[in-house]
């Protein structure tokens, strides 16, 4: 890219997906800068330009940078990538509002974090939440960045699909100007409802193929076909409650951001939230919980985030707020929740798929 066009970004969080992105950006020629709390991480991006923490094995551009200043991350920035988890997001914009150049609406802000977060009348959307804080330049100018993308392929310059997704059609080809490059193919959309949805429910649907699909090593009744039967009933359950939501866009949801995502979450070694649904069966995962809510609080003992646990607590409760009938989202909860365990849970989820909904609508 030529100098000219060299834009200046601010990401924060350096997880495996911010660092994928901040590398991306950088051998794209724009100036970066990553913003972390875990001054050990900070310390090695600038030094040994890896981040060894999450994203083993990887070279980094020598041009990034990292900081533990979130304000000065976040300023003078064009653009600006929340790579947050969900859990965590609020926090982390209740700290970017002061920013002088946040209060005047300068960087358009994207968004990388999965999941829905808790709102004084139930569970929101990601970008719903953000606009409640930002200033009002924001409002339906936020960009959802979504897609089949584990950062490990992503960074190791594997072929990729993403969707760049906006109310704000002009910010969503923006972030798809600034992403797309020879390894990253970037696609617009303005059903920020529909990406968000499925971005936050395929980690529900990923435990639940995590659990069958360890219960398939142990039971003769679950297979290869059980296993897609379970894909086609998820991505189902997305497309209803993305429905239910507000999305007006059905091709949304066989789209990369729709059938695209939930395949790789549920089948790619990479999945963090299919790992999680086979410890639950392997390793008794929830034996030391006593809750979904018990687990939620002690997430952080777990060694990495399945961010499908808090996606599954707040389906839950829009599924009976818009009164859908979500099995295979019902079914994780009731395992998260200590109410059933997995073997009958996942026997009665089976029972209770009813296809046909994907053909009609309730």
């Not at 600034?178 to 696609?187: E, K, Q």
């Not at 409650?241 to 007006?248: E, K, P, R, V, Y």
Request: net charge neutral.
């Amino acid at each position: 890219m030529e100098q000219n066009n060299s834009k200046k970004i601010g990401i924060i969080n350096a997880g495996a997906w911010g660092t994928a992105i901040a590398k991306v950006l950088a051998e794209l020629g724009h100036q970066v800068e990553i913003w972390e709390y875990m001054q050990d991480v900070v310390e090695e991006i600038n030094s040994r330009h890896t981040n060894s923490r999450y994203l083993l094995g990887v070279d980094l551009p020598q041009s990034i940078t990292a900081s533990t200043d979130l304000p000065r991350t976040a300023a003078g920035k064009d653009f600006l990538i929340i790579a947050t988890p969900s859990l965590y997001i609020l926090n982390i914009v209740k700290q970017l509002v002061p920013v002088q150049d946040i209060m005047e609406g300068k960087p358009v802000i994207g968004i990388l974090a999965k999941g829905f977060i808790k709102g004084p009348n139930g569970p929101v959307l990601i970008t719903r939440a953000m606009e409640d804080y930002l200033p009002g330049f924001y409002k339906d100018s936020l960009v959802y960045i979504s897609g089949p993308s584990h950062a490990e392929e992503v960074a190791r310059g594997k072929l990729t699909g993403l969707i760049s997704a906006s109310k704000n059609g002009m910010n969503s080809i923006r972030f798809r100007e600034l992403l797309n490059g020879a390894n990253l193919m970037v696609y617009s959309s303005l059903d920020v409802i529909g990406v968000q949805t499925c971005g936050a429910v395929k980690n529900v649907i990923a435990i639940a193929y995590g659990i069958l699909d360890a219960l398939s090593e142990i039971s003769s009744n679950f297979g290869d076909n059980t296993e897609s039967l379970l894909l086609a009933a998820g991505l189902n359950e997305i497309q209803q409650l993305g429905t239910a939501l507000g999305s007006t866009y059905p091709e949304t949801f066989t789209s990369i951001a729709g059938v695209g995502d939930l395949d790789v979450t549920c089948r790619s070694k990479y999945g963090r939230n299919r790992k999680f649904g086979r410890e639950i069966v392997n390793d008794r995962r929830l034996a030391r919980f006593k809750s979904a809510e018990d687990l939620v609080a002690n997430i952080d003992s777990i060694g990495y985030l399945p961010e499908g646990i808090i996606a599954a607590i707040y389906a839950k409760q829009l599924m009976e707020q818009y009164k859908l009938k979500l099995p295979v989202v019902e079914s994780v909860y009731r395992i998260l929740n200590k109410e059933e365990q997995p073997l009958n849970a996942v026997r009665e989820m089976v029972r209770k798929l009813n296809l046909t909904q994907s053909l009609q609508r309730n």
